[in-house]
Every structure is written in structure tokens, then in C-alpha cells.
């Protein structure tokens, strides 16, 4: 393990009765990253979570956060990381920014002015009592909370939940803010266009395991890329390549096609195409859903 990354997992496993909601899981965040924690519901991303947030003790494997044991270090860790969940629970006779204050004084304190600046991106009331809060508003008193704070890790478990997408923009906006700052953020998402924008590597989980792991220029070198053309005389030879898929003529005359392509095999793709006097091209990598969809089918594939 290596302490140059604020978070290292390694065979991580952790048990509820017979149930091993974590088997043999590995994650591995560099500092100074955002990094995407996918999987669907039951996975074992909020497992994870609340291991290294102290809350649940390892069954085996090996955990380091910000070169400590979440499990025997948790009252110094916490004073360097924030915590952000799907489902936020607060003080409902408290205002907003009584809830703010109150948790910022909880972890050691916070930057006024940094809150203050928050509070007017995410355009949040912070007079109003927290119950008669939105969903999406109680997630802005959680967020502003925790980005207020000097943290250096911020672990986001579904982070954005019951917000709208203009403040879905505030937070990409304040998360890139915190990263320049020195952070490092730990981002589990449902919403892959939000992982898409935000992380350069991510890490897909199912069943309490690791699939895959990487950046995401990585992964699409593993899948195909569409290619939509358009040429000055009709293309032949593509239906005889291999690497060719879903072959779909636009026109009549055979010179606007789109179909996809393996990778590592679009340069041989071009040079026919180059033969046919080429007059526009798009090429199209595969996006963050395709990707998970990919890795998800091809783990099935494996286990039959």
C-alpha cells in the first residue's frame, strides 16, 4: 500500500450474517483526484463508505485513508475528510445555516466566507427552519457544510440526489473548486453524465468486487467507437471487415454511413474510407453508460 494515495483498499471484505456485502474489494484514489465509485444498488459502494468513514470494522483485508486505519484513527480522520450521503437527516428546528454553523463547529471549523460564497451559488435560504426544506434543499445544507470545511478527502455518496440540474452545475463547479484547492473527492454516483464530466478514473464494483478499474480514456480503448461519414462515392469493403459493426446506410447512394468500430482497429477503418474522398467525418467514443454496460455484460459473460 502506498500512502501517495489518499485512499488504498486492498481484499476488503466485510460480512452482515452469511451475506458478504464486500469480497475481496480493491480501490485505489490518488490524492489530488476525483474519482467515480459506480455500481448498482447493492453493490457495495455505501459498504465501502462506511468503512472508511469508521462506522463499520472490516471483516479482513486491508484499509489506509489519508495514511491512517479508518476503524482505530476515526476521531483524527474525520477532522480531515467530509461526508456527504443521498439521504440527509437534520435538526428539523434548526434554520439552514444554524445546521451549517453547527456542523462546521462539530468538525473543528469552517471558512465563513467559503459558506458564505456557497450559500449564494447554491442559492440556499439559510434562514428558513430545515423543516420546511425540500429534499433538494436539505441536500444544499449538507453540501455547503461539507464544502465549507478545509477537508482534504470528501467522500460523496449520491451527493446530488433531489437537486435540479442548474445546481447540479453548482456543485460540478464547486467540486472542481476543492480539487484545485488540494482535495481529493470520492464521488458515488447514479448519475454517469455527472461522473462523465467531473472524474478521470473511475471504478465499477458488482457484487462486493472490483471489475474494473481505471481512466476513463482507458476503457474506451476496450469497446468500439461509432463513426458517422459522409464521402464523395459510395463505400465498399466495410461490411468484409470484422471490426465492423452495425453497418447503417444514411442514403440511397451509400455515401453517408455510420457503424461501429472496434478499438485499436479505426486506423485501417480510415484508409478505406480515404479512398472514397472523405468530406466530413465524426468519430463518437463510447460514453460512461456504454462503458458500464459493457464491463456489466462482460462480467455476466465471464461467470457463466
Known amino acids: 500500500m502506498s500512502d501517495d494515495n489518499a485512499i488504498d483498499i486492498t481484499g476488503l471484505v466485510k460480512r452482515f450474517g452469511r451475506v458478504r456485502a464486500l469480497d475481496g474489494l480493491d480501490l485505489r484514489v490518488a490524492r489530488g483526484e476525483i474519482h467515480g465509485f459506480l455500481g448498482p444498488n447493492g453493490a457495495g459502494k455505501s459498504t465501502t463508505i462506511r468503512v472508511l468513514l469508521g462506522m463499520l470494522r472490516a471483516d479482513a483485508g486491508r484499509v489506509r485513508m489519508l495514511g491512517g486505519d479508518p476503524w482505530r484513527d476515526s476521531v483524527a480522520l474525520h477532522r480531515r475528510i467530509a461526508y456527504v450521503p443521498g439521504d440527509v437527516s437534520l435538526w428539523p428546528n434548526l434554520s439552514g445555516g444554524e445546521a451549517i454553523d453547527m456542523i462546521g463547529r462539530m468538525r473543528g471549523g469552517f471558512d465563513p466566507a467559503r459558506r458564505d460564497a456557497l450559500l449564494e451559488r447554491f442559492r440556499l435560504d439559510p434562514g428558513k427552519r430545515i423543516s420546511s426544506y425540500s429534499k433538494g434543499n436539505r441536500q444544499k445544507v449538507a ?10 478527502l470528501y467522500l460523496l455518496d449520491e451527493p446530488t440526489a433531489g437537486l435540479d440540474p442548474l445546481m447540479n452545475a453548482a456543485f460540478a463547479e464547486s467540486i472542481r473548486d476543492a480539487v484545485a484547492s488540494g482535495a481529493t473527492v470520492l464521488l458515488s454516483s447514479h448519475v454517469l453524465a455527472e461522473v462523465e464530466e467531473l472524474c478521470e478514473r473511475v471504478t465499477i464494483i458488482r457484487d462486493g468486487r472490483t471489475i474494473e478499474t481505471g481512466s476513463l480514456a482507458e476503457m474506451r480503448h476496450a469497446t468500439r467507437t461509432t463513426i458517422t461519414v459522409t464521402t464523395a462515392s459510395a463505400v465498399d469493403g466495410l461490411d468484409d471487415m470484422d471490426e465492423v459493426h452495425d453497418l447503417t446506410r444514411l442514403d440511397e447512394a451509400g455515401t453517408r454511413l455510420r457503424f461501429a468500430v472496434d478499438a485499436g482497429h479505426i486506423g485501417a477503418v480510415l484508409d478505406v474510407l480515404a479512398r472514397h474522398d472523405v468530406r466530413e467525418l465524426v468519430s463518437t467514443p463510447p460514453s460512461l453508460e456504454e462503458l458500464f454496460a459493457h ?5 455476466d459473460e465471464v461467470r457463466a
Open 143 to 152: 453540501l455547503v457544510a461539507a464544502l465549507a470545511a478545509d477537508a482534504e
Open 295 to 299: 464491463y456489466y455484460h462482460e462480467h
